[in-house]
Antibody
């Protein structure tokens, strides 16, 4: 059974840093692209970042570029999101998601339960 | 950036109703569109990919159609478990979600 379990969320002051983790199990982690998606309280889903299967390629939403860094450790089956210079508008539930490609491009087939990040003084 | 617009934002319906949600892309995305269902406090769940392909395990009352810039998600006979928020997502160029459609009990 595919499982994605996020951790590392919490309360942080504006300008602070936080590192999120996503522990994967039930599939060959090193074969899949992975993503982070966030959802502000009461709002919709917003894509944040993605990383390819071996970690050699990444991309980011403009809103987090230069502040967030996605990475992975395939030996530990774990995805990370390092978040620096946090702002109030980064407050959200952060989900990790597995990407699947079926005859084309990548969409998200499994999601974790999410971890809440609150940026406030 | 590709923008995705869903309509309506909220939909009131009864069990057994046929429900249709529309999603429009700001430019052509071919068939690179997915639909997700999200219940309060839960992670999104994949329903449809490549505009009309039903994800394994998803009930056949869900169906998707469209290509280019206009897409629809149809629930043929609404069931109690279907009251939720639905999101479309394009994956033609990066990844963008619609703002969501909440299906509530009439």
């Amino acid at each position: 059974e595919v499982q994605l379990v996020e951790s590392g969320g919490g309360l942080v002051q504006p300008g602070g840093s936080l590192r999120l983790s996503c522990a994967a199990s039930g599939f060959t982690f090193s074969s899949y692209w992975m993503h982070w998606v966030r959802q502000a309280p009461g709002k919709g889903l917003v894509w944040v970042s993605r990383i390819n299967s071996d970690g050699s390629s990444t991309s980011y939403a403009d809103s987090v570029k230069g502040r967030f860094t996605i990475s992975r450790d395939n030996a530990k089956n774990t995805l990370y999101l390092q978040m620096n210079s946090l702002r109030a508008e980064d407050t959200a539930v952060y989900y990790c998601a597995r990407a699947r490609r079926a005859t084309g491009l990548y969409y998200f087939d499994y999601w974790g339960q999410g971890t809440l990040v609150t940026v406030s003084s | 950036d590709i923008q995705m617009t869903q309509s309506p934002s909220t939909l009131s319906a009864s069990v057994g109703d046929r429900v249709t949600i529309t999603c429009r892309a700001s430019q052509s995305i071919s068939s690179w569109l997915a639909w997700y269902q999200q219940k309060p406090g839960k992670a999104p769940k994949l329903l449809i990919y490549k505009a009309s392909s039903l994800e394994s395990g998803v009930p056949s009352r869900f169906s998707g159609s469209g290509s280019g810039t206009e897409f629809t998600l149809t629930i043929s006979s609404l069931q109690p478990d279907d009251f939720a928020t639905y999101y479309c997502q394009q994956y033609n160029s990066l990844w963008t979600f619609g703002q969501g459609t909440k299906v509530e009990i009439k």
